[in-house]
């Protein structure tokens, strides 16, 4: 099988943020195919020395290697955090179709 330009994006947003909104615009932009807010969760991690605990929301977004960095700048843009989650898996093996619609779903529309 063929390598595959499809990856694999997750990041967290507060769990009041407007998920859908920010889903929206990225796929309207075309810098991700699809977008899944998962359910809030509850996440505790470090910051500024002290345990934080807030309930959040995941984010699982479909692109390619050739729009990640648009993606990334956006995201980062757009983001309600100092320092967004940006974690990116890249896909080694994926239905051929499901990956040339996410070719075709954030290809660059020729003006």
Known sequence: MEPTSLVIVFTTIPADANAT???RQLIDE???ACI???APMTSVYRWEGAIQEESERQLVIKTTTARLDALKERLHALHPYQVPEFVVLHAADASSRYAQWVDDCVAEQEA
Do not use: P, T, V
């Open 21 to 23: 909104a920010l889903a």
């Open 36 to 38: 899944n807010a998962l």
């Open 30 to 32: 075309r810098l991700a």
